[in-house]
């Protein structure tokens, strides 16, 4: 097949192993900057422009977008899924997965366990969507947040109302959720592909710290989870629409919850974790679906 991978910097990790699986199995791939790409919108010929050239060569594309760039890259996917290329992740489905509110009401609303959260923009009335997730200590989270930036945790009463002050000053929309305390500082990530857990590893925050994102400073073992943690991650994922993911599970007292589902995640930790070939993985999944016109969407979202 001839496989694009859009991301920004070819050294990555993630990036350079997917190079490497898919010309293990025998694939073109090519590398293109999404932020370089420019298009043309028209009826009959969509095309993407890309350093001179024109790009119509793709079966399908692998979309490794960062969160900085969600608006564009998604875009230029989108423009991918006009031309009937196959996208490992539609354009929709990283569009909503990148806005944590829109995930939380979705899979709420398929009942998949989550943190309690409430959501405000300028609550007029702290002390209430204070007291909807249980009082302090709770998390504050930037709506748009990543890599664990934007991510607070407010010990007391006090320092949860000074913080969403701050928050709401600039503007911010932000979620307000209930402190998972037991989990000490760890989340289980699950990578999932299709309707597959092919990965999981646990992320321990460095001493002193709650959130584990590996960013952050945080550490990943191999971690092994119960069947109903595997049921909760692929649903999730079948939720948000994303073939590819990693789903991030707290343990609470009360069950395995859904903290975020990640649409480009990295695979330095979870294949460091697990010892598993996740790129290859990946790369074979698109040589079972990778067919023209399986775009549910069709880029119409
Ligand atoms: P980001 O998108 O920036 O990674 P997350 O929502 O994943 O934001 O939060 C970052 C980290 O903070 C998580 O990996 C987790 O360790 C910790 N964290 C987030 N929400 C909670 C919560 N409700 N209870 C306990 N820890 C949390
Ligand atoms: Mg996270």
């Given at each position: 097949?001839?496989?694009?991978?859009?991301?920004?910097?070819?050294?990555?990790?993630?990036?350079?192993?997917?190079?490497?699986?898919?010309?293990?199995?025998?694939?073109?791939?090519?590398?293109?900057?999404?932020?370089?790409?420019?298009?043309?919108?028209?009826?009959?010929?969509?095309?993407?422009?890309?350093?001179?050239?024109?790009?119509?060569?793709?079966?399908?594309?692998?979309?490794?977008?960062?969160?900085?760039?969600?608006?564009?890259g998604t875009?230029?996917?989108?423009?991918?899924?006009?031309?009937?290329?196959?996208?490992?992740?539609?354009?929709?489905?990283?569009?909503?997965?990148?806005?944590?509110?829109?995930?939380?009401?979705?899979?709420?609303?398929?009942?998949?366990?989550?943190?309690?959260?409430?959501?405000?923009?300028?609550?007029?009335?702290?002390?209430?969507?204070?007291?909807?997730?249980?009082?302090?200590?709770?998390?504050?989270?930037?709506?748009?947040?990543?890599?664990?930036?934007?991510?607070?945790?407010?010990?007391?009463?006090?320092?949860?109302?000074?913080?969403i002050q701050?928050?709401?000053?600039?503007?911010?929309?932000?979620?307000?959720q209930?402190?998972?305390?037991?989990?000490?500082?760890?989340?289980?990530?699950?990578?999932?592909?299709?309707?597959?857990?092919?990965?999981?590893?646990?992320?321990?925050?460095?001493?002193?710290?709650?959130?584990?994102?590996?960013?952050?400073?945080?550490?990943?073992?191999?971690?092994?989870?119960?069947?109903?943690?595997?049921?909760?991650?692929?649903?999730?994922?079948?939720?948000?629409?994303?073939?590819?993911?990693?789903?991030?599970?707290?343990?609470?007292?009360?069950?395995?919850?859904?903290?975020?589902?990640?649409?480009?995640?990295?695979?330095?930790?979870?294949e460091?974790?697990?010892?598993?070939?996740?790129?290859?993985?990946?790369?074979?999944?698109?040589?079972?679906?990778?067919?023209?016109?399986?775009?549910?969407?069709?880029?119409?979202?």
């Amino acid at each position: 097949m001839k496989l694009g991978i859009l991301s920004r910097n070819s050294k990555l990790y993630s990036t350079r192993r997917l190079v490497e699986a898919a010309e293990q199995r025998d694939h073109e791939v090519r590398v293109v900057d999404p932020l370089r790409c420019y298009m043309n919108i028209t009826a009959h010929k969509p095309q993407i422009h890309y350093k001179g050239d024109i790009l119509d060569q793709f079966n399908a594309v692998i979309p490794r977008i960062g969160a900085s760039v969600t608006f564009y890259g998604t875009a230029i996917l989108r423009q991918f899924e006009m031309m009937n290329v196959y996208p490992l992740n539609e354009s929709v489905a990283i569009s909503r997965s990148r806005d944590k509110l829109r995930s939380l009401q979705l899979l709420s609303r398929r009942g998949i366990g989550l943190p309690v959260t409430g959501f405000a923009h300028s609550p007029d009335d702290i002390d209430d969507l204070l007291a909807t997730v249980g009082g302090a200590p709770c998390v504050i989270k930037l709506l748009e947040g990543t890599q664990g930036l934007g991510v607070v945790l407010a010990e007391t009463k006090q320092a949860a109302e000074s913080v969403i002050q701050a928050f709401m000053g600039l503007k911010q929309h932000i979620l307000v959720q209930e402190y998972i305390k037991e989990a000490k500082g760890s989340d289980i990530r699950c990578f999932v592909i299709g309707d597959k857990v092919v990965a999981s590893m646990k992320r321990q925050a460095k001493e002193g710290e709650f959130r584990s994102n590996l960013h952050r400073g945080g550490s990943a073992t191999l971690c092994r989870i119960t069947p109903e943690e595997r049921a909760t991650a692929v649903r999730a994922a079948k939720v948000m629409g994303l073939n590819v993911c990693g789903v991030d599970l707290l343990r609470s007292n009360h069950g395995a919850v859904v903290m975020e589902v990640n649409s480009s995640p990295g695979l330095e930790g979870i294949e460091n974790a697990s010892g598993k070939d996740v790129a290859s993985m990946i790369i074979e999944f698109i040589e079972k679906n990778g067919k023209p016109n399986r775009t549910k969407t069709k880029g119409s979202g």
